[in-house]
Nanobody, 121 residues
């Protein structure tokens, strides 16, 4: 089994910062792309940022220049540094990893349980 566990969410005022972490554990052989997604109330889930195993990054236009994604491959962990937060960043943030397990076969997509980020105006 594979688990992704997020941490670091919370309540912050507009203009503030938060850092999310997501650690993978279990039968992980290697991880390809890792990413963060979010779902705001009444909206569909959307991509926030992704990072490849080689460090290549991709960001949603709405967070470019404010959020930074990074990863520690040795710890199977991905981070999201969020600065200059806005009320519209309020959402549940989910971690995702495309990974190979020790059981072989095709790579799978694994998701965390989500962490709430609330930005007050």
């Amino acid at each position: 089994q594979v688990q992704l566990v997020e941490s670091g969410g919370g309540l912050v005022q507009a203009g503030g910062s938060l850092r999310l972490s997501c650690a993978g554990s279990g039968s992980i052989f290697s991880i390809n792309t890792m990413g963060w997604y979010r779902r705001a109330p009444g909206k569909q889930r959307e991509l926030v940022a992704t990072i490849t195993s080689g460090g290549g990054t991709n960001y949603a236009d709405s967070v470019k220049g404010r959020f930074t994604i990074s990863r520690d491959n040795a710890k199977n962990t991905v981070y999201l540094q969020m600065n200059s937060l806005k009320p519209e960043d309020t959402a549940i943030y989910y971690c995702n990893a495309n990974l190979w397990t020790y059981f072989g076969g095709n790579p799978i997509d694994s998701w965390g349980q989500g962490t709430q980020v609330t930005v007050s105006s």
